[in-house]
């Protein structure tokens, strides 16, 4: 493979970023259709998409795979912006911290979304993830309670990882890549 | 007004035609082997252009953009390549779900998500009074904020920064990895 055939793979990579985000968003909007952000029944709800709804498991196993593809795609954007130094020509600054928010709000994505089916080991994950934010200095405690909707995992915490993972997220992610597009159009993101 | 870049044009060269860009304050994106330009580029510095090492040739009338219907078929091309290997990753995986969580009983390990398995495993080996929460902490901002404080390093010492990069991308996977084999 060429260097410049491999430049413009990478080159491509917020590209397929953007249409990794579409296919969550549309498969998400379908999933919410049948899905119930209640502790009695989410489980229950998941289990009848993935066996009775219509195509339901093909539905979430795309939202599933697009979302870790997405979050390796967002990792592979970064390492190219740190090896071939493109924050050191002009508004690369912006393009890189705006690139790393968007990680975090992968990550964030990530792991609320993880906990949505409400099944023992979600549960448990999404307990042991809470105490190790909580770990954080300065702004761990802050950080846990939005998490948990309390200050335990409980029946709250579905609520707000739902609320998290469907609203605020992805407009979080919608506004990043706006404005990563608008730098695009100013000849100053990659 | 299109710039056509030569082949065998070296970073420095580029870096060089990208400061000029910069310092006459005209916009542009960058499509590989071209850059096209926005406002302020006048047809007529066309030969300013042409002179310097980078470019190869200089395009006034750039290329024309594609009908509609062209321009559709691309997408819904570019959307069927994409869901075609993601529909089949996803029939593949099995769609686990467990038993309904049960908050009176924690489930005995219920495994660490793989984005924090480095965290996890670093928790597992590190000494007691390594503060695994801090490190973990400053690794995220120092990642946000790495271009206000590498900037000198990755202009002066561009290996090291490479070098780096590699050490911290290296430690990464393989905690990841440990974290994620337990």
Known sequence: VSR?????????????AVALFGVLVATGALLS?????????????????????????????????????????????????????????PGGTAAWMLSVALSFVVLAFLLTGETLPWDARAYGRAVMTAARVETIPVLGHWLADVFRGGPS????????????????LPWLAFAGLVLARRLDREGRAP | VILRL??????????ALLRALAAAEIPWRDEGDLLVLGEGAEASDA????????????????SPEPALGEAFLRRAESLCLL?????????????????????????????????????????????????????????????????????????????LHAAVGVAALAIGAALGLLGMAR
């Not at chain 2, 030569?6 to 870096?15: D, I, K, L, N, S």
């Open chain 1, 4 to 16: 410049e055939r491999l430049r413009s793979l990478f080159r491509g990579l917020p590209g397929l």
């Open chain 1, 33 to 89: 259709l049948d899905y119930r952000p209640d502790p009695a029944e989410a489980w229950a709800s998941v289990g009848r998409i993935a066996s009775a709804v219509t195509l339901g498991w093909l539905v979430r196993g795309l939202h599933v795979v697009a979302a870790h593809l997405l979050a390796a795609v967002v990792g592979l954007h970064l390492l190219h912006l740190f090896f071939a130094r493109d924050f050191l020509r």
């Open chain 1, 153 to 168: 995992v409980g029946a709250g915490t579905l609520v707000r990882l739902a609320a998290l993972h469907g609203l605020l």
């Open chain 2, 6 to 15: 030569r082949p065998g044009a070296t970073p420095a060269e580029r870096e």
């Open chain 2, 47 to 62: 030969v300013a252009w042409a002179a310097l090492p980078a470019v190869a040739a200089v395009d006034p009338a750039g």
């Open chain 2, 83 to 159: 869901l075609g290997p993601l529909a089949i990753a996803a029939s593949l995986l099995p769609g686990r779900l467990g038993p309904p969580a049960d908050p009176v009983r924690m489930p005995e390990d219920p495994g660490t998500p793989w984005p924090l398995a480095a965290w996890a495993a670093l928790e597992e080996r590190a000494p007691a009074a390594l503060p695994v929460p801090l490190l973990v902490a400053g690794f995220g901002l120092g990642l946000l904020l790495w271009p206000l404080y590498a900037r000198r390093l990755a202009e002066r010492r561009p290996g």
